[in-house]
């Protein structure tokens, strides 16, 4: 009787913990930024792409780069894929204007 459940309780933990221990992972991360002719000021930020446990939706977290990865980040809506992901950061963050036109 207590072989019977102990075998049923590991067989339940272990059809259990995939569930719990998935987890966002971390799909990309680096920095860019741009310089601003008309007020000569730089603007450098930090960003991670996370990932949701089946790769269909990802975050992009952006901080000012004297506040990474300590500082609270700027965050932004959930994108499809990585790529679209970081197109918005270069176009926002980075003022990529080549990547804001291939976005329209």
């Not at 933990?13 to 860019?32: E, K, V």
């Not at 990802?58 to 000012?64: C, R």
């Not at 980040?73 to 679209?84: D, H, I, K, L, V």
Request: charged share 20%; aromatic share 16%; with cysteine.
């Amino acid at each position: 009787m207590k072989t019977t459940l102990l075998t049923l309780l590991t067989l339940a933990s272990l059809l259990a913990f995939p569930r719990t221990a998935l987890a966002d992972f971390m799909a990309n991360s680096g920095s860019g930024g741009y310089y601003d002719k008309n007020t000569s000021q730089s603007y450098r930020y930090e960003y991670e792409v996370w990932a949701n446990n089946n790769n269909t939706a990802y975050t992009l977290k952006v901080w000012d780069s004297q506040n990474y990865p300590n500082g609270s980040p700027y965050r932004s809506s959930s994108f499809e894929s990585a790529r679209q992901a970081l197109d918005y950061f270069d176009c926002h963050y980075a003022q990529k204007q080549d990547i804001c036109r291939q976005m329209r």
